[in-house]
């Protein structure tokens, strides 16, 4: 019973006839059957025709009433108000009772409290409180000027869905876009389509984000880049904020140096302009673009600082570069741009080609002309292994305080140990037949190398060496003092710069690629949420029109 009753009143509700359009003030009244069969014609004296309709009141110079089908031509300086908060003119509104729906032609403008509207046609449904336009548009607020080809407004959300064309013009930067949600209130945009947004200091592009107008922040999370500070921020998802001077990217990430050639991959990044630097975390990996050569430098975590012509690449924590030929490893690297000067700290563990070399510290130098790796230092307790190439149970050996290397063309040339110098050589003739191990001490050695092996050996100052057979020289003798092969830890490819943890590591779900947020939702939540980050950016221009009104709510 209480089914039937329910469904008798909703069935009662829903055939209720619509209510009529109502004259408030006639005028001039006329018929012209020929032309207008059935209507009333009013004209304006010296004051408007007049009509009313379930709140909204219409004023024009000459009216063309339909009774019958309770519908209205408005024709000369038409004004449309719905209560106080919605104002409407055109040259001509064409306004049907029924569903409350009026046409509106001829420099239409539409305002309220928070925006005014420009257009030459605009729909107005008074039912959903929408209107709509389709022949481009212009809306104004006290932030932006907005225009597209095609426009709804809703105006209980105070919210635009723009489409085709989308042009935002405020002083501080310019957005384009295909499509976009904008918030009246909140001066908040959601884009859906390709977007550009151009302020003095970046570019952002990307096919779906968020951005604050009133304070330039936001993010992106398809197909985002950001060309900040120099840089290129390329990421699954990238946030921008201009008040902080920061930018940050989360999930394959790409940060390209414009200026110095180099490119950050991460999973998570930052970028600081006030301090220009770059901060990188979770499979990490620094690459500086070189002639047919690229050097890669891998950290648990990345920092690049300075301006350009001084940048410093710090790798900390398990860090490793590989470069062809040329790899190696310890626990943090530090590289200047200024100096040419990249230093190993801490055990620190190179291989050029299949030799490997070891000491308390280690400096590789750069020419600051043409970038190019020009000398090499192993300071105190420098140790060059390499496998004998020909017995593979063999390791040739040197060692000595200190040991400089020339590179010429990227590629070791020359090896100079000195003081307390030592070697233990394995001697082929040509037919790789072994000639003898020799062992000799000296004050300094020279190493020539070819092709990333020995070439020649040069004993300096008294040399005091014998060359065994191999039967005359007992292995316990065949090495020297010191001596420790990690030749399973060697770096052959740029890939095993990762370790396992690197190549296992679990990215964080984007919020809203794989599952479209709920933008209407999103925004009431945003608004009445005090700790929302975005909402908290410091901004001295402007001030948030929803802080202002939180003491009245």
């Not at 008798?8 to 032309?35: D, L, R, W």
């Not at 940050?248 to 302009?273: C, F, L, M, P, Q």
């Not at 499979?283 to 975590?301: C, F, K, M, N, P």
Request: aromatic fraction near 10%; include cysteine; charge should be negative.
């Amino acid at each position: 019973m209480f089914f039937f009753i329910s469904f008798s009143i909703f069935c009662q509700e829903n055939t209720e006839e619509p209510k009529q359009i109502n004259i408030v003030y006639g005028a001039n009244f006329t018929k012209n059957e020929t032309e207008y069969p059935g209507a009333s014609i009013f004209s304006k004296d010296e004051r408007q025709v007049q009509f009313e309709h379930q709140g909204a009141d219409l004023w024009c110079d000459v009216a063309i009433y339909f009774q019958r089908e309770n519908r209205l031509e408005a024709i000369g300086n038409v004004l449309l108000k719905q209560g106080d908060s919605v104002e409407m003119t055109a040259k001509k509104i064409n306004y049907q009772g029924d569903v409350k729906l009026a046409k509106a032609w001829g420099d239409v403008v539409l305002t309220n409290a928070d925006m005014t509207l420009k257009t030459d046609t605009l729909r107005l449904d008074r039912i959903n409180q929408e209107a709509y336009y389709q022949d481009n548009g212009t809306v104004i607020d006290s932030a932006n000027t907005l225009t597209s080809k095609i426009g709804r407004y809703f105006m209980e959300l105070k919210k635009y869905q723009f489409l085709d064309s989308v042009h935002i013009k405020n002083p501080e930067y310019i957005l384009d876009s295909e499509q976009l949600d904008y918030y009246t209130t909140s001066k908040n945009a959601y884009m859906y389509g390709p977007s550009t947004i151009v302020g003095e200091t970046y570019k952002i592009y990307c096919e779906r984000g968020f951005y604050d107008t009133k304070v330039e922040s936001g993010y992106g999370i398809k197909n985002t880049k950001i060309n900040y500070n120099n840089r290129i921020v390329e990421g699954d998802s990238v946030y921008f904020n201009k008040a902080r001077e920061f930018a940050s990217a989360t999930n394959n990430i790409t940060v390209t140096d414009t200026i110095n050639n180099g490119v950050i991959r991460a999973h998570y990044a930052e970028v600081h302009k006030a301090k220009d630097s770059v901060f990188a975390t979770k499979r990490a990996v620094s690459i500086l673009v070189q002639e047919l050569d690229s050097l890669y430098v891998h950290g648990d975590t990345l920092m690049v600082t300075g301006k350009p012509e001084a940048r410093i690449t710090r790798a900390f924590r398990n860090a490793k570069f590989y470069k062809k030929d040329l790899s190696g490893k310890c626990d943090s690297i530090h590289s200047e741009e200024n100096t040419g000067i990249t230093q190993l700290i801490k055990n620190p563990i190179i291989w050029n080609g299949a030799n490997q070399m070891t000491g308390d510290s280690i400096h590789l130098i750069s020419n600051l002309e043409t970038e190019k790796l020009d000398s090499l230092k192993v300071l105190e307790n420098a140790f060059i292994v390499s496998l004998d190439s020909i017995s593979k149970t063999g390791y040739n050996q040197a060692k000595g305080i200190n040991l400089y290397g020339q590179f010429i063309e990227n590629e070791l040339k020359i090896i100079d140990l000195v003081q307390n110098t030592e070697v233990v050589y394995y001697m082929y003739n040509d037919d790789d037949e072994l000639i003898g191990i020799d062992k000799t001490v000296c004050s300094s050695i020279r190493i020539t190398m070819a092709n990333n092996d020995v070439e020649d050996l040069t004993f300096y100052t008294n040399p005091d060496g014998t060359i065994y057979t191999e039967a005359n020289l007992p292995e316990n003798s065949r090495i020297l003092k010191g001596f420790l092969w990690r030749g399973d830890e060697r770096i052959l490819t740029k890939e095993d710069i990762f370790d396992e943890d690197d190549n296992n590591i679990e990215l964080v779900t984007i919020r809203g690629i794989d599952n479209p947020i709920d933008i209407d939702a999103e925004e009431e939540e945003r608004s009445q949420n005090e700790n929302d980050p975005v909402n908290n950016i410091p901004n001295n221009k402007v001030t948030d029109p929803r802080k202002k009104s939180s003491s009245k709510q």
